[in-house]
């Protein structure tokens, strides 16, 4: 049976150093990944491509760095502690356990046919839609659990009390009480020193909204960015890094005054939608999808999601769209909150019109894991070269700015001097910043091909001309033309080419 698009995609992550499974060796651990040589190259350019362009190309945009541990009121007052939960439901047939909002609808009654455990050679089983009108998503199964509300928060503690001694050394206390008091007293014990890992980094930037508001010298319209960890306790799925329990975001708060927010709001749907096919990312895999009047959060006043069409595989063959980021208009609902929590007042003053407002704020929230996903989809292709040959060439076409390979260098042969003045080359670009790799193993041709499938733009051959007339061959990845330039100025000449390329 022919590979899907994925599998080809997850095992070219393996093989070539961009995504491994968590702790491997053990047997991994579901819903966690780590980035390999190229990965973590190729996560860190999309992370700086976002950063250069969404602050330190803008005057009206400044940075933060929160901590990823927040005083748990933080959390009450957002609501995360109250209803950040999602309903969740178990197959009895696969155990898979899904969320019941994400799962595939159909009509309640309606047949259905499915495999026994969930697996290609099972028994053929037939059955019905259940009342809540939808089936297992792995599967296809109707016979499934009840839902119940799952918290996605993770709890830890902080302190020098261990919570778990606390409970033990209660435990005669607990036996004495009823139901309603016994939960109330392990509520309490657990509370006193609960603490949350970030399940958004947002909550930092509006509980420091005055600290930069005094610091930074900027009134509104502002925004404040933040790129870091969250944690959530998802159920997930088997898409690699799609959705996972620890994940990096990109998040911007523009803070606006009430009145301007729709107009802010269209001008960051269109700019993040416009940046993602300013790095390559084909127009047609995307899309700008508004959110339903009954999908919209409790908070917002509008949203929409950038969507990219994943090549995910689904019982309706390849293909699915996937939320890539979020652009959100939170109204005034955060800031009002947090100072109905805090006391503190976390309004604006406009010196020059005497009037004081607390500001609406537009939220562009972006996931660095979903994106480099995205892009490493979006990138891959299978180029036939020679059809009679069955010569097909595995090609990730990245953008020069996310590249985890600007250049690679070659030497023609492992003679005649050729390995010093490449080397020499190699580490004339390293010096220049450009991230730059050495390969003088093999015939020239594979090591084209091994440069082409790790998303390479341009590889730089030292050859016999070079022994005869200072130049070298510079081999383009997408249409596979030389050319030939001088050796000297190499490092100038590239520079300018990944400045074009912006």
């Known amino acids: 049976m022919a590979e899907s698009t994925m599998q080809k995609i997850v095992s070219l992550a393996k093989r070539r150093g961009f995504i491994f499974q968590s702790s491997e060796i053990y047997g991994g651990l579901k819903a966690c990944y780590d980035y390999g040589p190229l ?46 939960a999602d309903p969740l439901v178990d197959c009895k047939n696969c155990k898979e356990r899904f969320r019941a909002d994400k799962a595939p609808r159909a009509v309640p009654g309606s047949p259905i046919v499915y495999r026994e455990g969930g697996r290609k050679d099972g028994k053929k089983l037939d059955g019905v839609v259940p009342p809540q009108g939808y089936v297992c998503p792995v599967c296809g199964s109707g016979d499934l659990s009840d839902e119940r509300q799952f918290n996605l928060m993770f709890r830890t503690s902080l302190g020098p009390v261990d919570p778990m001694q606390e409970i033990l050394n209660a435990v005669d206390e607990l036996a004495g009480l009823e139901g309603a008091a016994r939960k109330e007293r392990l509520a309490n014990i657990i509370g006193s020193s609960a603490v949350y890992l970030r399940p958004e980094t947002a909550q930092g930037m509006f509980v420091n909204f005055l600290n930069v508001l005094n610091s930074a010298r900027v009134k509104p319209p502002f925004g404040v960015a933040q790129c870091g960890k969250s944690y959530r306790n998802e159920i997930t799925t088997s898409n690699l890094t799609f959705r996972t329990c620890e994940f990096e975001q990109m998040e911007l708060e523009f803070f606006v005054e009430p009145g301007t927010d729709d107009e802010w709001y269209e001008y960051w749907s ?232 912006r």
């Open 39 to 84: 990965g973590v190259e190729l996560k860190r350019n999309v992370k700086n491509a976002w950063w250069e362009d969404v602050v330190t190309r803008r005057s009206d945009v400044v940075g933060l760095d929160c901590s990823i541990i927040m005083h748990p009121d933080v959390w009450r007052a957002s609501g995360h502690l109250a209803g950040f």
């Open 270 to 501: 269109k700019a993040r939608f416009d940046w993602y096919t300013s790095l390559g990312m084909k127009a047609d895999k995307l899309r700008l999808r508004p959110h339903e009047q009954c999908e919209l959060a409790h908070y917002a006043k509008a949203c929409v999601d950038v969507e990219y069409f994943y090549p995910f595989e689904n019982p309706d063959g390849e293909g699915e769209w996937g939320e890539l980021e979020g652009i959100a208009n939170r109204t005034d609902y955060d800031l009002q909150k947090h100072t109905e929590y805090s006391g503190k007042d976390l309004s604006y003053f406009e010196t020059e019109t005497k009037k004081r407002y607390t500001p609406y704020v537009i939220e562009p929230a972006a996931g660095a894991d979903r994106a480099t996903l995205a892009f490493l989809c979006d990138a891959f292709d299978e180029e036939v070269v020679d059809a009679e040959k069955n010569d097909v060439r595995t090609v990730l076409r990245f953008h020069p700015r996310l590249a985890p390979v600007k250049v690679a260098v070659f030497p023609l042969v492992k003679k005649d001097g050729m390995p010093d003045r490449a080397r020499d080359i190699m580490n004339e670009l390293l010096g220049e910043g450009i991230q730059t790799f050495y390969d003088e193993s093999g015939a020239i041709g594979r090591r084209y091909r091994r440069m082409d499938e790790v998303g390479t733009p341009w590889c730089v051959t030292v050859d016999n001309g070079t022994l005869e007339d200072g130049t070298v061959t510079v081999r383009e990845r997408d249409s596979m033309a030389q050319s030939r330039i001088p050796r000297e100025g190499i490092g100038e000449y590239f520079r300018n080419r990944l400045k074009q390329s």
